[in-house]
Protein backbone atom coordinates (compact mmCIF):
# COMPACT_ATOMS: atom_id res chain seq x y z
CA UNK A 1 0.00 0.00 0.00
CA UNK A 2 1.16 3.47 -0.62
CA UNK A 3 3.10 5.26 2.46
CA UNK A 4 3.07 1.92 3.92
CA UNK A 5 6.29 -0.14 5.02
CA UNK A 6 6.01 -3.75 5.25
CA UNK A 7 8.92 -4.49 7.35
CA UNK A 8 9.44 -8.04 7.89
CA UNK A 9 10.24 -9.92 11.49
CA UNK A 10 11.80 -13.32 12.17
CA UNK A 11 10.02 -15.69 14.72
CA UNK A 12 13.23 -15.23 17.27
CA UNK A 13 13.43 -11.96 17.44
CA UNK A 14 10.31 -10.32 15.85
CA UNK A 15 11.85 -6.94 15.23
CA UNK A 16 14.37 -4.62 16.43
CA UNK A 17 16.52 -5.22 19.61
CA UNK A 18 18.34 -3.38 22.15
CA UNK A 19 21.22 -4.87 23.93
CA UNK A 20 20.88 -6.28 27.64
CA UNK A 21 23.69 -6.44 30.19
CA UNK A 22 24.42 -9.46 31.71
CA UNK A 23 22.98 -7.68 35.30
CA UNK A 24 19.19 -7.19 34.03
CA UNK A 25 19.14 -10.51 32.61
CA UNK A 26 20.30 -12.17 35.48
CA UNK A 27 17.68 -10.32 37.11
CA UNK A 28 14.83 -10.83 35.39
CA UNK A 29 15.37 -14.61 35.59
CA UNK A 30 15.49 -14.31 39.48
CA UNK A 31 12.23 -12.52 39.73
CA UNK A 32 10.75 -14.52 37.05
CA UNK A 33 11.54 -17.84 36.66
CA UNK A 34 10.34 -19.88 33.04
CA UNK A 35 7.44 -21.66 35.36
CA UNK A 36 6.54 -19.31 38.21
CA UNK A 37 4.94 -20.08 41.80
CA UNK A 38 1.38 -19.62 41.51
CA UNK A 39 1.16 -15.63 42.33
CA UNK A 40 -2.03 -16.82 43.78
CA UNK A 41 -3.87 -19.99 44.45
CA UNK A 42 -6.87 -20.77 45.20
CA UNK A 43 -9.83 -23.76 45.84
CA UNK A 44 -12.05 -21.35 45.64
CA UNK A 45 -10.24 -19.13 43.12
CA UNK A 46 -13.28 -17.97 40.58
CA UNK A 47 -11.12 -18.97 37.48
CA UNK A 48 -7.37 -20.06 36.74
CA UNK A 49 -5.39 -18.67 34.37
CA UNK A 50 -1.89 -19.24 33.01
CA UNK A 51 0.61 -16.96 31.01
CA UNK A 52 2.50 -17.49 28.45
CA UNK A 53 5.39 -15.18 27.20
CA UNK A 54 9.27 -15.58 26.23
CA UNK A 55 12.51 -13.97 27.57
CA UNK A 56 14.20 -14.00 24.72
CA UNK A 57 14.27 -11.73 21.66
CA UNK A 58 12.81 -7.89 21.41
CA UNK A 59 13.61 -6.10 24.60
CA UNK A 60 10.22 -3.79 24.29
CA UNK A 61 8.01 -7.87 24.16
CA UNK A 62 9.94 -8.64 27.06
CA UNK A 63 9.33 -5.29 29.08
CA UNK A 64 5.60 -5.50 28.40
CA UNK A 65 5.40 -8.77 29.67
CA UNK A 66 6.96 -8.33 32.88
CA UNK A 67 5.24 -5.54 33.55
CA UNK A 68 1.92 -7.73 32.66
CA UNK A 69 2.54 -10.10 35.31
CA UNK A 70 2.91 -7.77 37.87
CA UNK A 71 -0.11 -6.16 36.74
CA UNK A 72 -2.39 -9.28 36.24
CA UNK A 73 -0.54 -10.70 39.66
CA UNK A 74 -1.71 -7.45 41.31
CA UNK A 75 -5.42 -7.86 39.97
CA UNK A 76 -5.76 -11.78 40.84
CA UNK A 77 -5.13 -10.83 44.38
CA UNK A 78 -7.80 -8.04 44.40
CA UNK A 79 -10.49 -10.30 41.91
CA UNK A 80 -10.16 -14.05 43.46
CA UNK A 81 -8.50 -15.61 40.70
CA UNK A 82 -5.23 -17.42 39.87
CA UNK A 83 -2.08 -16.91 37.52
CA UNK A 84 0.42 -18.63 36.73
CA UNK A 85 3.47 -17.84 34.12
CA UNK A 86 5.70 -19.66 32.30
CA UNK A 87 8.29 -19.44 29.42
CA UNK A 88 7.89 -23.09 28.44
CA UNK A 89 5.88 -23.59 25.45
CA UNK A 90 5.85 -27.02 26.01
CA UNK A 91 3.28 -26.55 28.60
CA UNK A 92 0.68 -25.99 26.15
CA UNK A 93 -0.40 -29.31 26.41
CA UNK A 94 -3.34 -31.12 27.40
CA UNK A 95 -2.29 -32.02 30.70
CA UNK A 96 -1.58 -28.71 31.56
CA UNK A 97 -4.14 -26.76 30.29
CA UNK A 98 -6.83 -29.44 31.78
CA UNK A 99 -7.80 -27.03 34.79
CA UNK A 100 -6.36 -23.63 33.18
CA UNK A 101 -10.55 -21.49 32.03
CA UNK A 102 -7.90 -18.63 30.01
CA UNK A 103 -4.73 -19.11 28.39
CA UNK A 104 -2.51 -15.48 28.16
CA UNK A 105 0.11 -14.61 25.54
CA UNK A 106 1.87 -12.08 26.31
CA UNK A 107 4.63 -11.77 23.51
CA UNK A 108 5.00 -15.21 21.77
CA UNK A 109 2.95 -17.65 20.02
CA UNK A 110 3.16 -21.61 19.81
CA UNK A 111 5.80 -22.48 16.91
CA UNK A 112 5.18 -26.33 16.72
CA UNK A 113 2.72 -28.45 15.44
CA UNK A 114 2.01 -29.94 18.49
CA UNK A 115 1.65 -26.84 20.32
CA UNK A 116 -0.98 -25.44 18.20
CA UNK A 117 -2.99 -28.68 17.76
CA UNK A 118 -3.16 -28.53 21.84
CA UNK A 119 -4.42 -24.93 21.55
CA UNK A 120 -7.01 -25.82 18.63
CA UNK A 121 -8.66 -28.14 20.60
CA UNK A 122 -8.37 -26.20 23.87
CA UNK A 123 -10.31 -23.43 22.08
CA UNK A 124 -13.00 -25.64 20.33
CA UNK A 125 -13.81 -27.48 23.74
CA UNK A 126 -14.23 -23.85 25.40
CA UNK A 127 -11.60 -22.05 26.26
CA UNK A 128 -10.78 -18.77 26.84
CA UNK A 129 -7.56 -16.74 24.86
CA UNK A 130 -6.24 -13.09 25.92
CA UNK A 131 -3.47 -12.59 23.11
CA UNK A 132 -1.39 -9.17 22.76
CA UNK A 133 0.39 -7.31 20.25
CA UNK A 134 2.77 -9.89 18.79
CA UNK A 135 0.76 -12.61 20.16
CA UNK A 136 -1.25 -12.54 17.06
CA UNK A 137 2.02 -11.94 14.25
CA UNK A 138 1.43 -13.69 11.31
CA UNK A 139 2.70 -13.62 7.90
CA UNK A 140 3.46 -16.13 4.38
CA UNK A 141 6.58 -17.91 7.04
CA UNK A 142 4.08 -18.57 9.90
CA UNK A 143 2.26 -21.31 7.86
CA UNK A 144 -1.06 -21.63 10.49
CA UNK A 145 -4.07 -21.33 8.94
CA UNK A 146 -6.13 -21.83 11.74
CA UNK A 147 -5.09 -18.91 13.63
CA UNK A 148 -5.12 -16.49 10.58
CA UNK A 149 -9.34 -18.10 10.41
CA UNK A 150 -9.39 -17.26 14.70
CA UNK A 151 -8.05 -13.98 14.33
CA UNK A 152 -10.92 -13.26 11.96
CA UNK A 153 -8.70 -13.24 8.83
CA UNK A 154 -6.39 -10.54 9.95
CA UNK A 155 -2.73 -11.16 8.73
CA UNK A 156 -0.20 -8.86 9.77
CA UNK A 157 0.94 -6.39 6.77
CA UNK A 158 2.53 -3.85 8.76
CA UNK A 159 3.25 -1.21 11.14
CA UNK A 160 4.16 2.18 12.29
CA UNK A 161 8.11 3.11 13.82
CA UNK A 162 8.88 4.40 16.30
CA UNK A 163 6.34 3.76 19.01
CA UNK A 164 3.37 7.19 19.28
CA UNK A 165 0.86 7.51 20.96
CA UNK A 166 -2.50 7.38 19.32
CA UNK A 167 -5.88 8.44 20.14
CA UNK A 168 -8.14 4.88 19.91
CA UNK A 169 -12.27 5.31 19.26
CA UNK A 170 -14.97 3.27 21.02
CA UNK A 171 -16.93 1.45 18.04
CA UNK A 172 -19.60 -0.35 20.43
CA UNK A 173 -20.33 1.01 23.78
CA UNK A 174 -23.36 -1.30 24.20
CA UNK A 175 -20.37 -3.82 24.40
CA UNK A 176 -19.49 -5.15 28.52
CA UNK A 177 -15.76 -4.35 28.17
CA UNK A 178 -16.26 -1.14 26.19
CA UNK A 179 -19.89 0.37 27.78
CA UNK A 180 -17.76 2.59 30.61
CA UNK A 181 -14.77 3.87 28.20
CA UNK A 182 -14.96 7.18 26.71
CA UNK A 183 -15.97 8.16 23.00
CA UNK A 184 -12.15 8.38 22.54
CA UNK A 185 -9.03 7.92 24.63
CA UNK A 186 -5.12 8.61 24.20
CA UNK A 187 -3.28 5.01 24.35
CA UNK A 188 0.03 5.46 25.37
CA UNK A 189 2.95 4.51 23.22
CA UNK A 190 2.98 1.31 21.31
CA UNK A 191 3.65 -0.10 17.75
CA UNK A 192 0.54 0.16 15.94
CA UNK A 193 -0.33 -3.01 12.98
CA UNK A 194 -2.07 -3.05 10.28
CA UNK A 195 -3.84 -5.80 8.74
CA UNK A 196 -4.65 -7.19 5.43
CA UNK A 197 -7.38 -8.25 5.60
CA UNK A 198 -9.01 -6.01 8.26
CA UNK A 199 -10.63 -8.32 10.77
CA UNK A 200 -13.60 -5.97 10.31
CA UNK A 201 -14.63 -7.77 6.64
CA UNK A 202 -15.35 -11.05 8.67
CA UNK A 203 -18.99 -11.72 9.86
CA UNK A 204 -17.58 -13.09 13.13
CA UNK A 205 -15.61 -10.50 14.55
CA UNK A 206 -16.74 -7.77 16.42
CA UNK A 207 -14.29 -4.92 16.60
CA UNK A 208 -14.30 -2.84 20.01
CA UNK A 209 -11.67 -0.28 19.67
CA UNK A 210 -9.70 1.29 16.05
CA UNK A 211 -7.18 3.51 15.71
CA UNK A 212 -8.78 7.30 15.07
CA UNK A 213 -8.08 8.22 11.26
CA UNK A 214 -7.21 11.35 12.92
CA UNK A 215 -3.94 9.78 14.28
CA UNK A 216 -2.94 9.31 10.32
CA UNK A 217 -0.07 9.52 9.05
CA UNK A 218 1.30 8.24 12.33
CA UNK A 219 5.06 6.87 12.42
CA UNK A 220 8.75 8.71 11.88
CA UNK A 221 10.48 5.98 9.80
CA UNK A 222 7.58 3.64 9.05
CA UNK A 223 4.33 5.23 8.57
CA UNK A 224 0.81 4.24 8.58
CA UNK A 225 -0.76 6.45 6.30
CA UNK A 226 -4.49 5.69 6.28
CA UNK A 227 -6.66 2.40 5.98
CA UNK A 228 -8.92 0.64 8.39
CA UNK A 229 -6.66 -0.23 11.67
CA UNK A 230 -9.03 -2.52 14.71
CA UNK A 231 -7.30 -2.39 17.66
CA UNK A 232 -8.96 -4.68 20.12
CA UNK A 233 -11.66 -7.09 18.74
CA UNK A 234 -13.07 -10.69 19.44
CA UNK A 235 -14.20 -13.32 16.99
CA UNK A 236 -17.42 -14.42 18.72
CA UNK A 237 -17.18 -17.70 17.86
CA UNK A 238 -14.67 -18.43 20.52
CA UNK A 239 -14.00 -16.84 23.71
CA UNK A 240 -11.15 -14.81 22.51
CA UNK A 241 -10.01 -11.17 22.65
CA UNK A 242 -7.05 -9.67 20.90
CA UNK A 243 -5.34 -6.39 21.66
CA UNK A 244 -2.52 -4.78 19.58
CA UNK A 245 -0.92 -3.47 22.83
CA UNK A 246 2.05 -4.90 24.22
CA UNK A 247 5.10 -2.49 22.68
CA UNK A 248 7.54 -1.37 25.52
CA UNK A 249 7.55 -0.43 29.25
CA UNK A 250 4.69 2.46 28.68
CA UNK A 251 1.93 0.67 27.78
CA UNK A 252 0.15 0.44 31.94
CA UNK A 253 0.23 4.27 31.98
CA UNK A 254 -3.19 5.42 30.93
CA UNK A 255 -5.85 4.57 34.07
CA UNK A 256 -8.49 3.81 31.06
CA UNK A 257 -6.34 1.23 28.94
CA UNK A 258 -5.72 -0.11 32.79
CA UNK A 259 -9.26 -0.56 33.12
CA UNK A 260 -10.08 -2.23 29.76
CA UNK A 261 -6.83 -4.45 30.50
CA UNK A 262 -8.79 -5.60 33.95
CA UNK A 263 -12.07 -6.83 32.74
CA UNK A 264 -10.63 -8.53 29.62
CA UNK A 265 -9.21 -10.74 31.86
CA UNK A 266 -11.76 -10.78 34.35
CA UNK A 267 -14.69 -11.14 31.60
CA UNK A 268 -12.76 -13.67 29.56
CA UNK A 269 -12.22 -15.77 32.44
CA UNK A 270 -15.84 -15.68 33.37
CA UNK A 271 -16.98 -16.81 29.95
CA UNK A 272 -14.91 -20.01 29.92
CA UNK A 273 -16.73 -23.20 29.23
CA UNK A 274 -13.68 -25.05 30.77
CA UNK A 275 -14.04 -26.00 34.38
CA UNK A 276 -11.76 -27.39 37.15
CA UNK A 277 -12.33 -30.93 37.89
Known amino acids: MKGLTRRRRNSAGLG ?14 VLFPATSATQQHSEHASFHALAFYTDKGEQDHIDFALQSLRFYGDLAKKSNFSLDSTTNWNDMN ?12 LNDFPHTPEQRKVFEDYMTRGGAWLGFHVAAYNDESTHWPWFVDFLGGAVFFGNNWPPLTATLVVDDHAHVLT ?30 LTLDPENYPIGLKD ?43 LWLGARSKVRSK
Not at 16 to 29: D, E, N, Q, S, W
Not at 94 to 105: G, P, R
Open 16 to 29: RTRPLCAFVVGLTV
Open 94 to 105: TAKLENIQLVIW
Open 179 to 208: HNLPATFTAPANEWYIWKPSPRLSKNVKVL
Open 223 to 265: TITGGDCPVVWTNTRFHMLYMNMGHGDRIFASATQNKLFEDAI
